[in-house]
């Protein structure tokens, strides 16, 4: 219970979830099998510390995000740490502010789009790099210096 309700405090900083109350059945799962191993018919606390060992070994290689370092239950379910959720979020918000610019003019100013980035929460050196990275993949080009446009197919 103890080792639950720390994962679970730690993780109430981070806005990540280290682990759910499922997995407290797992835990006892893995304690009640660790005690069967030696034979017995009766969970001591030696079961009870060898599946939490092992449970959180399997949680830091496998749920670990790897930009915060910290646990993430998220990564399993999603396949995504939370910090790479957030990252595309703000990538798709850049895409569909510049998006919606496009359709009020045929270019738009880099500037503007980072204003409305910056109204959507997303900060000006964040908005600066999406963009760049919008460049350099191909899915906006710059018409003229300072403006950009979205390339045809990504309207």
Do not use: C, W
Request: charged share 35%; proline share 1%.
């Amino acid at each position: 219970k103890e080792f639950y309700v720390n994962l679970r405090m730690k993780s109430k900083d981070s806005g990540a979830v280290a682990i759910t109350p499922r997995y407290i059945e797992g835990l006892v799962r893995l304690a009640e099998a660790h005690a069967k191993m030696r034979l017995s018919n009766i969970v001591s606390l030696e079961d009870a510390e060898a599946a939490i060992n092992l449970l959180d070994y399997v949680m830091k290689q496998v749920m670990v995000d790897k930009e915060t370092g910290l646990l993430d239950i998220d990564t399993l379910a999603t396949g995504k740490p939370k910090s790479v959720r957030e990252r595309l979020q703000k990538y798709d918000t850049v895409l569909d502010i510049i998006r919606e610019l496009n359709k009020q003019e045929e270019v738009v100013s880099i500037e503007t789009v980072i204003k409305e980035a910056v109204k959507a929460g997303i900060d000006e050196l964040t908005a600066e790099r999406i963009i760049k990275d919008l460049l350099q993949r191909g899915e906006v080009y710059e018409k003229e210096q300072g403006y950009i446009k979205l390339v045809r197919g990504k309207e």
